[in-house]
C-alpha cells in the first residue's frame, strides 16, 4: 500500500499534467521586456543597450586608426573623419559609459538596501534600519552621482540649444566678436569635468564592494570613504575651468588650487582600499586582479592631472600628446600630419576647431607665425 506523501504527490502531478499549455503569442516576449517595471530587467536593458553603442563606438575608433596609420587617403575623407572622431567621443561618453552607470545602479541599488524597486520620485523605500549611514558604499556613490547628472546635463542641454539656434535661426549667441567660443568652452566644461565624476564615481564605488570581498575583510575607513566621495562630488563642480588655462580667460590661481584640491579625497579613497587589503586574506580572482588593475590604471591618470593642475606647466604642454584637449586642440586629420612630420598645424586650423560649427582646416604645412612686439 502505497504512502499518503506518494498518493499525494501523484495526485498533484496528475492535476499540472491535465493543465493546458499556454503558449506564448508571437513578439509577447518582447512586449513583456519592453513594459517591465521590473528594476533588474531595466538594468539588464540598460546595460545591453550600453553594449550595443560600445561596439558602434569601437568600430569608428577602428576606422580613424586605420586611416592614421599611413599618409594619404586610405579609408575616409576628411569630413567623414572629422565626422567619425565627433560621433566615436559622443557615443562612448553618452551613449555608453553613461547608461552604463544606470544598468548598474537599477540591477545593484534596490537590492543593497532591501528596497523592492528603484523609487521615483523619492528616495524612500529602504529596508526599515537601513540608515543614510549604513548604506553600503556603491549606494551612496549612486546617490551623489544622480545629484551630478541633475547638475550638469541641464547645463549641456541648454549649450546645445543655444548652438542649435545659431546654425538654424541665425542667433548670434557663440559669436566670435562676442566672446562666443569662450563661452562655449565654460559651457561645455562645466558640464564636461562633473561628467568625468558621474562616469567615475560608480565604478569607485563597484571597486569599494570587491576589494573587502577578496581581502576578507570589512571596508577600512567607512565614513572617510562616504565623506571623500561627497567631497569629490561637491569640488567636481567647481574645477572646470583648468581645461581653459591656455585661453587666459580664468582665473588661474583659484582652478589651479581647487584641482590640487580635489586630489585629496582620491588619495583618501586610495588609502582605504589599500587599507582594506592591508591586513586582510588576499585571494586574487578575476574582479580582484581587474579591481588592481583599475587602481594602478587610475593612479597613474590620477598623477598626470596633478601635474596639469600648475598653469605654467600645462600651458607647455596644452595641445602636444601628453595634454591634447578636445576644445581647444584640433580634432581634424592635420595631427596625421603632425605625426609624421613632427611639426605642429597652423594656428588657422587649431582656431577653427575651437569654435562650435567651425570646419577644420588642413595643416598649411608652414609653422605659425610668432606675432611681433610692438611698441607703443
Known sequence: MADKSTVGSFHEETYEDELPVRRQRRGEVVVKWLTTTDHKTIGTLYLATSFGFFLLGGILALVMRAEL???GLQVVSNEQYNQSFTMHGAIMLLMFATPLFAGFANWIM????????VAFPRICMRAPGMTMFRMPIFTWNVLLTGVLVLL?????AAALFALEADRKFGAHIFDAANGGPILWQH???FFGHPEVYIIALPFFGIITEVIPVFSRTPIFGYMGLVGATIAIAGLSATVWAHHMFPTGAVLLPFFSFMTFLIAVPTGVKFFNWIGTMWKGSLSFETPMLWALGFLVTFLFGGLTGVLLASPPLDFHVTGTRFRRS???CWACRCCRSCTTSGRRPSTASRSASTTPGATAVRWSGRPPARPRATTS
Open 69 to 71: 596609420a599611413r599618409p
Open 110 to 117: 534596490p537590492l543593497q538596501i532591501g528596497a523592492p524597486d
Open 152 to 156: 550638469a546635463f541641464p547645463v549641456l
Open 187 to 189: 559651457l561645455f566644461w
Open 326 to 328: 578636445p576644445r581647444s
